[in-house]
């Protein structure tokens, strides 16, 4: 059976799609926080032995596109076909009441693509106004400048801020959903599944968000 071909396939590449993201978001988040110094060099050191190796680098760079991709692209489809009132398929019967968070995957992931794009623009491509550019005599941009510089900005951390929000919505649910999916859990499981998708999102949010509210309030200078 080709996965894309019925409504639970494509759930199922949801499910694992999104999975994918999560632990990037995790991975992202423990090398963003070398930005309070606990890896000799910092934030600096970090981004130089990232992009050590460019081939990798760009190799990762478009499987995550492909990943990402595939999970919006079925998001969509899944969407039309719920509201549209088609017949779903689900590996384990939710017990649960939609919540805010449920019934508002799409909107949350929606502006969680804006945010990506913004991101993109503003650290990658470094094309966002408002940041400095320090570079060396090799022209290297010094990174934790360049970051600190950004968000002393309060327009540019409420952004991140409200994006960080949207992702908290996203896996809080997303989490669970995708354990449902994949067949991890039952009706015994799962009330533990939804407190620790909570649990996993509001970590991750916190992390997130103390890194700009640093800067901001001070505790991080440039």
């Known amino acids: 059976m080709q996965l894309s071909s019925s409504s639970i396939g494509r759930k199922i590449l949801m499910a694992v799609t999104g999975q994918l993201m999560i632990l990037f978001v995790l991975v992202h988040l423990i090398g963003n926080t070398t930005i309070f110094g606990w890896l000799h060099g910092g934030i600096n050191a970090y981004a130089e032995h990232l992009h050590a190796l460019p081939p990798l680098v760009w190799a990762f760079r478009l ?81 934790y400048t360049m970051v600190v510089s950004s968000f002393q900005s309060f327009f540019v951390f409420s952004i991140y801020a409200g994006a960080m929000v949207a992702l908290f919505l996203h896996l809080s649910h997303g989490i669970q959903s995708s354990s449902q999916t994949i067949g991890c859990s039952n009706d015994r499981t799962l009330p533990v599944i939804v407190k620790a998708s909570t649990l996993v999102a509001l970590a991750l949010l916190l992390g997130y968000v103390a890194i700009p509210l640093s800067i901001i309030s001070g505790f991080l200078k440039g």
């Open 63 to 143: 499987f995550m596109l492909a990943a990402v991709s595939i999970h919006i692209w079925y998001g969509i489809q899944l969407t039309i076909e719920n509201r549209g009132g088609r017949p779903q398929q689900y590996a384990v019967k939710a017990t649960q009441k939609a919540t805010f968070a449920s019934e508002n995957m799409i909107w949350s992931g929606l502006l969680i693509l804006a945010f990506i794009v913004y991101h993109l623009l503003h650290f990658t491509m470094k094309v966002i106004p408002g940041m400095a550019l320090v570079t060396d005599a090799e022209g290297t941009v010094n990174v």
